[in-house]
């Protein structure tokens, strides 16, 4: 019987696809890691040309990272506690929303019926329950809460991350075979994505204002809610845009 002949480039497909399903799995269970390093990467790309044009006005670089560091955190967390608030001030009001909506639902129910699509308006009122928005809400501050040393690691690391950032090209050009080619290409590559993400920051931005401000006008409780919903869903590619409208 005849030994099967394995050739290299067989061997070579079998090797490469060990190795993936060797980092794939490798990535899966480092997940909590990696995804942590990505997202401080992600915020040290946006926060370095502020700290550079802050150094550049003769602000110690350490003094400008820990107040753009301060600045944020302060915000974030009058950001959570205005939206706790928001949050149970709508757990509370939905009462009154379930009770408005019923009447239309109830004027329009036969207006369906004849139209051939069957609607219970008492099914429908079950999905607005105040006691499930206030379980969500309850969970969401808890989540929160529990993910506190999570953000404050996240942050520890966008500081360390910030502060390397003047050792890095020295430290890099030793490790590359052409430095100059090497450091010209990451430059462009960090310009390229720096310009990218405060292009989509001040797009969002503007979004959000113009939903705040629009709602506001028009008396819409939680203007300030939805607007914050609309900056963060125009970061999402693509589709981001039609969400937030």
Do not use: C
């Not at 009154?96 to 004027?107: D, E, F, G, I, M």
């Not at 529990?146 to 890095?168: C, D, H, K, Y």
């Amino acid at each position: 019987m005849a030994k099967p002949i394995i050739t290299l480039n067989g061997l070579k497909i079998v090797i490469m696809l060990g190795m993936l399903v060797i980092i794939l799995t490798g990535v899966r269970f480092a997940a909590d890691i990696i995804v942590p390093f990505i997202l401080a990467l992600f915020i040290a790309v946006i926060l370095n040309p502020l700290v550079q044009r802050m150094v550049r006005l003769r602000i110690p670089r350490v003094l400008a990272i820990s107040l753009l560091i301060s600045i944020i955190i302060v915000a974030m967390v009058l950001l959570v506690a205005y939206l706790g608030t928001s949050l149970n001030e709508l757990a509370r009001t939905l009462p009154t929303y379930r009770s408005s909506l019923a009447t239309p639902l109830l004027q329009i129910e036969p207006w369906l019926q004849r139209a051939g699509i069957e609607v219970s308006v008492e099914e429908l009122l079950k999905y607005i329950d105040p006691n499930a928005a206030m379980t969500i809400v309850t969970s969401l501050l808890a989540q929160l809460s529990n993910a506190m040393t999570s953000i404050f690691l996240l942050f520890l690391t966008v500081v360390f991350m910030l502060l390397e950032v003047p050792q890095l090209p020295a430290k890099l050009q030793h490790i590359m075979v052409r430095p100059v080619e090497g450091m010209g290409a990451i430059q462009r590559a960090l310009d390229s994505v720096s310009r990218y993400l405060v292009l989509k920051t001040a797009i969002s931005l503007v979004t959000g204002l113009v939903v705040w401000g629009m709602l506001a006008a028009l008396d819409v409780r939680f203007a300030f809610v939805w607007g914050l919903l609309a900056f963060a869903l125009n970061y999402i590619p693509n589709i981001g845009s039609v969400l937030a409208a």
